[in-house]
């Protein structure tokens, strides 16, 4: 079986998924990787046979995503590149949320299967932000068109639905905590972030940034480049983490049952939407990063607020569940 695997990359999540379904889905035939988007910092260590600009996303320092930048990097370029992808070489595509694969199945009548977290928002019972955004639900619901679809949430809201793919080091790892909180929110700069943390005296923060090269100090925080083992081994040691409202990293703070503290991308809806659900599993999410924070920290860390969940398929499982879908199955 040949399998076309195409990753957004619009950030980390996508990436680090593929990597770790790779092992498996390679037991069932070869697999080639298409990586569209310029967002994504980990090494990869998969095969990426076919790369675009895509669409990439863009912040602006104070946390919310610069649409301008966004605008201005996309090109007519993807209908060329959606009409040369060579899917009628393989026997299944799975399409982690990527626009450039879904145009060209569309164009060249390909069957193909929605597989990862935005997937779980074609369910109608997946949570949604509370705030509707008529723009941001359609982009979420109707960019990528597929044939079928297999999600991942928190929790299985809908029949299609599965937990989410936790890494084999996570899964084996033995939890410690060493007081230390991580933070990974990708939408602020070191400049913005630097006066908030040095605030918390008390307090060391390990902060993973892609603004800097290599491990740097300033009084109570230890910045780190933006290294997939290096932010797994923070996790696993920390007593909480702080992050944006991407899924991935709470869903792997939550099976570590560790404290997380939700800090969406601004008016960022899909976002929105896992705050929502977070924030219904007892997680606390603020809205922003401002002159409450060092109160609404304090009050963080004096709860208890840790979720956990326990996972009910591996990843075996939900790629045998990927592979059953294939067209000729």
């Not at 199945?105 to 705030?131: D, E, M, N, Y």
């Not at 890494?167 to 908030?196: C, G, M, R, W």
């Not at 230890?222 to 797994?232: A, D, G, K, L």
């Not at 840790?306 to 059953?324: P, Y």
Request: net charge positive.
């Amino acid at each position: 079986m040949k399998i076309f695997y195409a990753i957004q990359g619009t950030g980390n999540g996508h990436v680090s998924r593929a990597v770790q379904l790779y092992p498996y889905l390679k037991k069932y035939g070869e697999v080639d990787f298409f990586l569209s988007g310029s967002n994504a910092q980990l090494n990869l260590d998969i095969p990426i046979k076919y790369k675009s600009k895509g669409v990439s996303l863009f912040y602006k320092p104070t946390g919310g995503l610069d649409y301008k930048k966004i605008v201005q990097s996309l090109s007519l370029s993807v209908i060329n590149e959606a009409k040369e992808l060579p899917l009628d070489q393989y026997d299944l595509i799975i399409n982690d949320f990527e626009f450039i694969t879904s145009l060209s199945c569309s164009l060249k009548k390909k069957k193909s299967i929605q597989f990862g977290h935005q997937a779980s928002f074609q369910s109608k019972l997946t949570p949604r932000a509370k705030v509707f955004s008529p723009i941001g639900n359609l982009v979420l619901e109707k960019m990528v068109k597929s044939t079928d679809y297999l999600g991942l949430h928190f929790s299985s809201y809908d029949k299609n639905i599965y937990n989410p793919i936790i890494k084999d080091e996570i899964i084996e790892a033995n939890p410690i905590d060493d007081e230390h909180i991580t933070v990974y929110l990708p939408q602020y700069s070191i400049h913005y972030l630097t006066p908030f943390l040095h605030q918390q005296k008390g307090t060391h923060f390990e902060v993973f940034t892609k603004e800097v090269t290599q491990i740097t100090n300033s009084k109570n925080i230890t910045y780190y480049p933006i290294h997939n083992q290096v932010f797994t081994s923070s996790l696993i040691r920390c007593h909480g983490i702080i992050t944006a409202g991407g899924f991935e990293t709470p869903a792997e703070a939550m099976y570590l049952n560790k404290k997380i503290l939700s800090i969406p991308i601004l008016n960022h809806y899909e976002q929105a939407c896992n705050a929502e659900a977070m924030r219904a599993m007892g997680v606390m999410v603020l809205k922003n990063m401002d002159d409450e924070f060092p109160a609404q920290f304090t009050k963080w860390l004096q709860e208890k607020n840790k979720v956990q969940f326990q996972l009910t398929h591996h990843t075996k499982d939900i790629v045998q569940q990927l592979i059953s879908k294939a067209p000729y199955n």
